[in-house]
């Protein structure tokens, strides 16, 4: 009698021990984004180089999301972008919007400063973070610097 409640006891310490690594398990997982590679939106970039008189000549990126749905269903927002060619590489954390938002509209489009054009033509790798906390990775090729005069 005194093996089958230790038996019980055993069992139980066993049940109760991977319940609470479960749990634990999940609320570290849901406190941590995971990087995903995006699929429900779609980035446009497009790389101005100023060279209009009058103005800073300064260069930088335009960021167009398209939800792959009708609206988004939560806000967004930019973290991190950066570019990569033979040339060089140029990345910021800078964006003339730092909050997030969206929710609700077509499309979200967002604006990063002093790119140095000297790279040229470059592949940008792109991390947008949703407002549950989720982060998606894009990657787009081949991105031309377009000069305006």
Not at 17 to 32: D, E, H, P
Not at 74 to 88: D, K, V
Not at 107 to 116: A, K
Request: hydrophobic residues 35%.
């Amino acid at each position: 009698m005194n093996n089958l409640s230790f038996i019980s006891k055993s069992k139980w310490l066993i049940i109760l021990s991977a319940l609470f690594i479960g749990i634990v398990s999940c609320k570290s997982t849901k406190l941590s984004p995971t990087p995903l590679i995006g699929k429900e939106m779609t980035v446009k970039l497009t790389v101005i180089q100023n060279q209009m008189p009058m103005s800073s000549k300064s260069s930088y990126v335009i960021i167009d999301i398209q939800p792959e749905d009708s609206t988004f269903n939560e806000n967004i927002r930019l973290i991190e972008i950066s570019a990569t060619s033979a040339n060089g590489t140029w990345s910021s954390k800078d964006f003339d919007h730092k909050d997030f938002y969206g929710k609700g509209f077509k499309g979200y489009q967002n604006c990063s400063r002093d790119f140095n054009p000297s790279i040229g033509r470059s592949d940008f790798k792109l991390k947008i973070e949703s407002e549950s906390g989720q982060i998606k990775l894009f990657e787009i090729e081949n991105v031309q610097v377009m000069t305006v005069q």
